[in-house]
């Protein structure tokens, strides 16, 4: 197909969300073999409903004919790096968006880059710097923009960040997977096991739909309201993010992507987790336990309980993402991870340029002068 019969829209104003949506959501049933959730329209509608604050829409769109071929979910708004205001133009997204990506055909690919590189800096004026966080590069679309700023003569730069999102392809049995851990691992979790059965009636719910989830609502905000992550205001139950969440598992449920998962010990609430599953991937976006219960190590005894539902499912789950870095705990699961980068790309203009300088001489300068002065006293 021609490049003449593509045509490109800048999508800036909230109803876009709804003008887009049968479009967006045919885009993503075509690409399931290479995405996740975190590229679907419903993320993108319910994270601009509350997360947006003062940051500015613009979805830039390739079409083919009237079909919708390309979209870079984008937003522009101001930051700061090393307490330096910068105006960005980036992917919208904050610390809930786990993977951030393009979300266009491959046929396409390049010319849709090229084109979104073109306009990004036909608007120059309205930024300092293009920021696109947590992107892999191990994406075919990342591979092929480092290929399209090449060629066109643009100066970025990649920074790895700390998101190695580890995840495991379940195959085999769980008996099987389950001899592969360690020794030392096996034992923790036979003990956990243990434990958490002879300290009552065990009960483990896996919450598919919308009237499910509103039965055991309650339950859930209270064991995150009680995590330690909402003493930094990080859990499920923290301001808009509960909000969010909500409204995500509605229209997650009516999908069918919804997976909530609750541990229940005597009738009572210890553990949960809030998953999404689509495209064959289940994502463990969210775990909380119940401080009251930490000895019985509840979080682990239900990640133990979900993969061994995993594994009886791997016709309709074919990668289990544990979300996020990869934690220690993480890693008596599996040893597999998606890497992540923040990738930066500067103008020709000299505050752009400082902030080049900033970001990638004088900040790692100054951290390599402090470690050596530590390694001296």
Same mark, same amino acid.
């Given at each position: 197909?021609?490049?003449?019969?593509?045509?490109?829209?800048?999508?800036?104003?909230?109803?876009?969300?709804?003008?887009?949506?049968?479009?967006?959501?045919?885009?993503?049933?075509?690409?399931?073999? %290479?995405?996740?959730?975190?590229?679907?329209?419903?993320?993108?509608?319910?994270?601009?409903?509350?997360?947006?604050?003062?940051?500015?829409?613009?979805?830039?769109?390739?079409?083919?004919?009237?079909?919708?071929?390309?979209?870079?979910?984008?937003?522009?708004?101001?930051?700061?790096?090393?307490?330096?205001?910068?105006?960005?133009?980036?992917?919208?997204?904050?610390?809930?968006?786990?993977?951030?990506?393009?979300?266009?055909?491959?046929?396409?690919?390049?010319?849709?880059?090229?084109?979104?590189?073109? %306009?990004?800096?036909?608007?120059?004026?309205?930024?300092?710097?293009?920021?696109?966080?947590?992107?892999?590069?191990?994406?075919?679309?990342?591979?092929?923009?480092?290929?399209?700023?090449?060629?066109?003569?643009?100066?970025?730069?990649?920074?790895?960040?700390?998101?190695?999102?580890?995840?495991?392809?379940?195959?085999?049995?769980?008996?099987?997977?389950?001899?592969?851990?360690?020794?030392?691992?096996?034992? =923790?979790?036979?003990?956990?096991?243990?434990?958490?059965?002879?300290?009552?009636?065990? =009960?483990?719910?896996?919450?598919?739909?919308?009237?499910?989830?509103?039965?055991?609502?309650?339950?859930?905000?209270?064991?995150?309201?009680?995590?330690?992550?909402?003493?930094?205001?990080?859990?499920?139950? %923290?301001?808009?993010?509960?909000?969010?969440?909500?409204?995500?598992?509605?229209?997650?449920?009516?999908?069918?992507?919804?997976?909530?998962?609750?541990?229940?010990?005597?009738?009572?609430?210890?553990?949960?987790?809030?998953?999404?599953?689509?495209?064959?991937?289940?994502?463990?976006?969210?775990?909380?336990?119940?401080?009251?219960?930490?000895?019985?190590?509840?979080?682990?005894?239900?990640?133990?309980?979900?993969?061994?539902?995993?594994?009886?499912?791997?016709?309709?789950?074919?990668?289990?993402? *544990?979300?996020?870095?990869?934690?220690?705990?993480?890693?008596?699961?599996?040893? =597999?991870?998606?890497?992540?980068?923040?990738?930066?790309?500067?103008?020709?203009?000299?505050?752009?340029?400082?902030?080049?300088?900033?970001? *990638?001489?004088?900040?790692?300068?100054?951290?390599?002068?402090?470690?050596?002065?530590?390694?001296?006293?």
């Amino acid at each position: 197909m021609s490049k003449e019969t593509l045509t490109f829209k800048i999508f800036e104003d909230t109803e876009a969300f709804s003008k887009l949506e049968a479009g967006w959501e045919d885009l993503c049933d075509e690409l399931a073999n %290479s995405i996740t959730v975190f590229a679907t329209h419903a993320w993108y509608q319910c994270w601009w409903q509350y997360f947006k604050r003062e940051a500015k829409l613009h979805l830039f769109t390739m079409w083919q004919g009237d079909k919708l071929v390309g979209i870079a979910p984008l937003m522009r708004g101001k930051t700061s790096l090393h307490r330096l205001p910068v105006r960005i133009f980036g992917f919208i997204q904050n610390n809930e968006s786990l993977h951030n990506d393009f979300i266009v055909m491959p046929q396409f690919r390049t010319v849709f880059l090229q084109k979104l590189i073109q %306009s990004l800096f036909n608007h120059a004026s309205q930024w300092d710097v293009l920021y696109f966080r947590n992107i892999s590069p191990l994406s075919d679309n990342y591979k092929s923009l480092k290929e399209v700023l090449e060629i066109d003569g643009r100066t970025w730069k990649q920074r790895m960040n700390p998101f190695d999102t580890p995840f495991l392809s379940p195959s085999g049995s769980w008996a099987d997977y389950f001899a592969g851990r360690t020794r030392r691992t096996r034992k =923790t979790l036979k003990n956990i096991r243990n434990r958490v059965r002879k300290a009552g009636k065990v =009960t483990v719910k896996h919450i598919r739909t919308w009237d499910e989830f509103l039965s055991c609502k309650e339950d859930l905000f209270e064991v995150a309201q009680q995590s330690w992550l909402e003493t930094i205001g990080g859990s499920l139950a %923290s301001g808009n993010i509960w909000n969010f969440y909500e409204s995500l598992a509605h229209k997650a449920a009516a999908k069918g992507w919804l997976s909530v998962w609750a541990l229940y010990l005597n009738e009572r609430i210890i553990a949960a987790e809030f998953h999404l599953r689509a495209f064959g991937r289940e994502h463990a976006i969210r775990g909380h336990y119940h401080p009251e219960f930490a000895s019985l190590s509840p979080g682990t005894y239900l990640e133990m309980m979900i993969l061994e539902h995993v594994f009886q499912e791997q016709e309709r789950i074919h990668v289990y993402d *544990f979300c996020g870095a990869f934690d220690t705990y993480k890693k008596k699961w599996t040893d =597999t991870y998606i890497p992540h980068c923040d990738l930066f790309i500067f103008k020709e203009k000299m505050y752009s340029r400082y902030i080049l300088f900033q970001e *990638f001489k004088l900040v790692p300068l100054m951290r390599n002068t402090l470690q050596r002065a530590k390694l001296l006293d």
